[in-house]
Nanobody, 115 residues
């Protein structure tokens, strides 16, 4: 059974940076599209960024220029570099991956940005 494991969340002040990482446990041949979602209290989960196997990226408008998604296909890992963080970025961030036609989610990691 494949599981996605996230790391790197935490508490940071406005303007600070954090780097989230996502890695699968178990044996995986290849991963198609990967992405990061987030869910703030009382709000719906929203798509933050995606990256295809070929490296094509998409971003939520509000994080463009501040967040950078990347992946290592050899290691099947993914990262999200978050700079210039704002209080409105506070949320639980979830890793998502499409593997052999199935959607997998991580358990989530809390990111809190204090003002």
């Amino acid at each position: 059974q494949v599981q996605l494991v996230e790391s790197g969340g935490g508490l940071v002040q406005t303007g600070g940076s954090l780097r989230l990482s996502c890695a699968p446990s178990g044996s995986i041949f290849s991963i198609n599209t990967m992405g990061w979602y987030r869910q703030a209290p009382g709000k719906q989960r929203e798509l933050v960024a995606t990256i295809s196997r070929g490296g094509t990226t998409t971003y939520l408008y509000s994080v463009r220029g501040r967040f950078t998604i990347s992946r290592d296909n050899a290691k099947n890992t993914m990262s999200l570099q978050m700079n210039s963080l704002k209080p409105e970025d506070t949320a639980v961030y979830y890793c998502n991956a499409l593997i052999s036609g199935e959607n997998y989610w991580g358990q989530g990691t809390q990111v809190t940005v204090s003002s």
